[in-house]
């Protein structure tokens, strides 16, 4: 018999497996190389092997699904939020609510004042938890399911400092346009709250958000990977330096708790 046929069928499935692979190769690029200007198509190119066409359609699959971004008007390449926004899903699947309600609730109660767990979601941060302590003041700051912009409150400040600087100028750089809805919150503000927030080990809101009231945030980590925050929120009245240091305290020994849980799961 002659040479045997290749089923349409099978190279088919080759040239997808093969499409997978290569996307997948073109997402581990941008996430170990990507910059706070991007990653330009040829450096895309020279890292990953592919030819003009295979790269150009690849990373246009990749923008539609909204796993690649593309900066406007040039080839400059980001990690989209969809793959960002996974984080979120992982977060989930560590089911960290439950895991964290412990230690809401034993804050709650120790200080008195209104608690909350914040993860990220892309280039925001997203709180998904709360609880309130016995203070008749509330600081009832934000909701379960309020999302504000990474650095944009206690919790999601410690979660930006967490990051590393690379990330930090990405996220700053995207998110530069949506702060003018937080009037007190500035570019500037928020490198020097960065730099604050790793020298003193907790981040603080001193009332930028809304007047009278701060909060203080810490970060949860997962394998040296930041995934979760917890806050406080109380009036500026409680906050003083010497209370502000105690209940910065009882937060990283939560915090150091709910990491070690998590890394059993």
Same mark, same amino acid.
């Given at each position: ?8 069928? +099978? ?89 964290? &309600?412990?230690?809401? &609730? ?35 700051? &934000? ?110 020994? +939560? ?5 070690? +849980?998590?890394? +059993?799961?």
């Amino acid at each position: 018999m002659g040479k045997q046929l290749v089923k349409r069928s +099978e190279l088919s499935s080759s040239d997808t497996v093969q499409s997978v692979s290569r996307a997948l190769e073109i997402l581990h690029i941008l996430s170990f190389n990507v910059s706070s200007t991007g990653m330009r198509f040829s450096d895309l190119q020279a890292q990953s092997g592919l030819s003009k066409g295979t790269l150009h359609r690849l990373l246009k699959s990749l923008v539609v699904s909204g796993f690649v971004e593309q900066a406007a008007g040039s080839r400059m390449y980001y990690l989209g939020l969809e793959f960002l926004s996974m984080g979120e899903r992982a977060a989930n699947r560590l089911d960290i609510r439950a895991i964290t &309600q412990t230690s809401l &609730q034993r804050l709650a109660v120790a200080t008195g004042d209104t608690v909350m767990l914040t993860i990220r979601s892309g280039l925001d941060a997203v709180c998904i938890d709360r609880r309130e302590g016995a203070f008749p003041v509330k600081a009832l700051t &934000q909701s379960i399911g309020t999302r504000r912009p990474l650095g944009v409150g206690s919790g999601a400040l410690a979660l930006l400092a967490a990051l590393s600087d690379e990330e930090v100028q990405n996220v700053l750089r995207r998110n530069s346009y949506r702060l003018s809805s937080y009037p007190g919150v500035t570019l500037e503000l928020l490198l020097q709250a960065i730099t604050e927030t790793r020298e003193c080990g907790y981040a603080f809101n001193p009332g930028h958000l809304l007047k009278g009231m701060c909060g203080i945030g810490v970060t949860i980590y997962l394998a040296k990977q930041p995934v979760a925050a917890l806050s406080i929120a109380a009036s500026v009245g409680r906050m003083q330096l010497s209370r502000r240091r105690e209940v910065a305290a009882m937060l990283k020994n +939560e915090a150091t708790r709910i990491s070690e +849980e998590l890394s +059993e799961h």
